[in-house]
C-alpha cells in the first residue's frame, strides 16, 4: 500500500497525525459522557463545547447552530427530512426542490419523501458543464415551497455551484436553502452568511479527519423535526451519545484545512492544471467533464470515449494508482454514472470516466507519473474491450 499513489481524496482522506494528537486524550483520559455532570463529563464537555466553537468560527455562526452528527449522510438527512417533517406539522407546504446532480444522501432521502410521504418535488437540471442556473431555481418556487437543496461542490466532477446567487432568491421568498457542503469542506468559503444558506452539512473524513463524524449547522429559528428520537443531546435534534473525539477531530481538522486553504489552493490547481493539460495532450478521444473554471482545485475527472472506466481503474491499481470512476458495470454492460448523464454526455464517453482528486500529500512527481502510465493503459484497455 505504501507505494500506492493516492488520487482518490474525493473519497475519503487519510486522517492528519495533528487530528490524531488532538482527539488521543478523549479515548482514554477524557472519556466521560458530555452530558454527565459530574467532573469527568464536564471535561469532556468543555472538549466538545470548544470544538463547537471552533467549527462555528469556521462557518461564521453562533455555536449552538452546529449540531454534531455521524457524517455527512446523517446531516443531510436530518436537514431534508428534519425540514420536510416540520413543515408537514405546521402544514406549511409541500413542495421540494433540489438538482439532478446531488449525493444520493440528498437524491434518495428527496426521493423517499416523495414516494412514501407524499411531498412534491422539481428536479432543476443542469448545464453542459454541471452547473446550476440560479435562475432555474428561482422558476422553480411555488407558493407551497419548503425547502431548496444544491450541492456546493459536485462529488464526480467537481462543479461548484452558485450559492449565493441561488440563497439570495431563496431568501426574498423566505424558503429554508440546505446545501450538501460535504466536497467543500476545508477547501471553499465556508461562511454561511456570504453563502446565504440556512442549513449545511459537513463531512470530517474529507478533511483529513476521522470517518463517521459531520455537523450540520442550522440557522437560528429554523424549524427542525429530529430524524432520530431518543435523549436530549445536541439541543434535541440529534440523539446519542456524543463523539466527543470525533467531533474534537473534527474541528482540529476543520480548522488545520481552513488555516492552510489558500496556498494548498493554489498549490493543488497548479497540479491539476498540469494533470489536465498533460491527460488531454496525451490520450486520444479525451475530453475534461465539469466546469473549465468553477470547479473544486482538486478534481480532475476526464471521459475517454469507448473506454470502460471499471476496467481501467483496475488497470491503473496494477500500476499502483488508485483512482474512482463515475460509471458502474452491473450486469456486464457499462453504463455511465446519473452525474454524467445529468451532464447530457453521451453513454459511448460517460462510461469511460475517471475522477482523479489530489490532496495534502499528492505531489508533482505522482502527477508525473500518472502522465507517463495512463495512456498505455487507457490504450490496453480500448484494445482489450475491442477484442472482446
Ligand atoms: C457530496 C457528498 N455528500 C455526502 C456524502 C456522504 O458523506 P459521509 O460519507 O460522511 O456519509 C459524500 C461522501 O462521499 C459526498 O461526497
Not at 464537555?45 to 455562526?61: N, T, W
Not at 461542490?153 to 452558485?162: H, I, L, S, Y
Not at 483512482?323 to 453521451?346: H, K, N, Q, Y
Amino acid at each position: 500500500l505504501k507505494e500506492t499513489i493516492y488520487l482518490d481524496y474525493a473519497a475519503t482522506t487519510p486522517v492528519d497525525p495533528r487530528v490524531v494528537a488532538a482527539m488521543q486524550p478523549y479515548w482514554t483520559e477524557v472519556y466521560g459522557n458530555s452530558v454527565s455532570i459530574h467532573a469527568c463529563g464536564r471535561t469532556a464537555a468543555k472538549g466538545l463545547e470548544a470544538a463547537r466553537g471552533q467549527v462555528a468560527a469556521v462557518l461564521g455562526c453562533h455555536p449552538t447552530e452546529i449540531i454534531f452528527t455521524s457524517g455527512g449522510t446523517e446531516s443531510d438527512n436530518l436537514a431534508i427530512r428534519g425540514i420536510a417533517w416540520a413543515a408537514r406539522q405546521a402544514r406549511r407546504g409541500n413542495h421540494i426542490i433540489t438538482t439532478s446532480v446531488e449525493h444520493h444522501a440528498v437524491g434518495h432521502t428527496v426521493e423517499q419523501l416523495r414516494e412514501l410521504f407524499g411531498f412534491e418535488v422539481t428536479i432543476v437540471p443542469v448545464d453542459a458543464h454541471g452547473w446550476v442556473d440560479p435562475d432555474e431555481i428561482g422558476r422553480a418556487i411555488r407558493d407551497d415551497t419548503i425547502l431548496v437543496s444544491v450541492m456546493y461542490a459536485n462529488n464526480e466532477v467537481g462543479t461548484v455551484q452558485p450559492l449565493a446567487a441561488i440563497g439570495q432568491i431563496t431568501r426574498a421568498h423566505d424558503i429554508p436553502f440546505h446545501t450538501d457542503a460535504v466536497q467543500a469542506g476545508g477547501k471553499l468559503d465556508l461562511d454561511v452568511d456570504r453563502l446565504q444558506v440556512d442549513l449545511l452539512a459537513l463531512s470530517a473524513h474529507k478533511f483529513y479527519g476521522p470517518k463517521g463524524v459531520g455537523v450540520l449547522y442550522v440557522r437560528r429559528e429554523t424549524a427542525l423535526l429530529p430524524a432520530l428520537t431518543g435523549g436530549g443531546h445536541e439541543w434535541g435534534h440529534r440523539p446519542g451519545t456524543v463523539n466527543v473525539a470525533g467531533h474534537v477531530g473534527l474541528a482540529t481538522a476543520l480548522r488545520l484545512a481552513t488555516e492552510g486553504q489558500g496556498s494548498e489552493t493554489a498549490r493543488l490547481t497548479e497540479l491539476r492544471e498540469r494533470l489536465v493539460g498533460g491527460v488531454l495532450a496525451r490520450v486520444p478521444d479525451a475530453r475534461l467533464a465539469g466546469h473549465p473554471t468553477e470547479r473544486l482545485a482538486d478534481n480532475a475527472c476526464f471521459a475517454f470515449r469507448g473506454c470502460d472506466g471499471e476496467a481501467l481503474l483496475m488497470g491503473l491499481d496494477l500500476a499502483g494508482i488508485a483512482a474512482s470512476t463515475g460509471s458502474a458495470c452491473s450486469t456486464g454492460d457499462p453504463a455511465p454514472s446519473f452525474v454524467l448523464t445529468a451532464m447530457g454526455l453521451e453513454p459511448e464517453w460517460g462510461i469511460g470516466s475517471l475522477r482523479l482528486t489530489l490532496g495534502r500529500w499528492t505531489t508533482a512527481a505522482h502527477v508525473e507519473r500518472v502522465l507517463g502510465v495512463l495512456p498505455g493503459v487507457v490504450e490496453q484497455t480500448r484494445t482489450l474491450q475491442e477484442q472482446g
